[in-house]
């Protein structure tokens, strides 16, 4: 069993940055593949950035490659995502998840473990 626990977040300018934490517990968590997503008002939930147990390997929707970053400290059982050039099309709630499946989860139900989302609203 995983908890995942996602702090950051908030109000911000476009063009501004901010930066999530996701601080997972479980003696086991540098065997995780670790993900970002997000969902908008009125929209489904989207993957946005994830990571496999080395952060070796990183994986990136289109509309965020080369703004956010995703990085994961194994010794401290933390993923992040940090949120640079932010348009007003990143607001949305963002979630943390975890995935036991070998090799990179390609749909949603094979992420096992979910944090609580944090609200990233990005004002014009």
């Known amino acids: 069993q995983v908890q995942l626990v996602v702090s950051g977040g908030g109000l911000v300018q476009a063009g501004g940055s901010v930066r999530l934490s996701c601080a997972a517990s479980?003696?086991?968590?540098?065997?995780?593949?670790m993900g970002w997503f997000r969902q908008a008002p009125g929209k489904e939930r989207e993957f946005v950035a994830g990571?496999?147990?080395?952060?070796?390997?990183?994986y990136y929707a289109h509309s965020v490659q080369g703004r956010f970053t995703i990085s994961r400290d194994n010794t401290k059982n933390t993923v992040a995502l940090l949120l640079n050039s932010l348009k007003p099309e990143d607001t949305a709630v963002y979630y943390c998840a975890a995935s036991l499946r070998v090799g990179f989860p390609k749909e949603e139900f094979e992420w096992h473990y979910w944090g609580q989302g944090t609200q990233v609203t990005v004002s014009s």
């Open positions: 479980g003696r086991t968590f540098s065997s995780y593949t």
């Open positions: 990571t496999i147990w080395s952060g070796g390997s990183t």
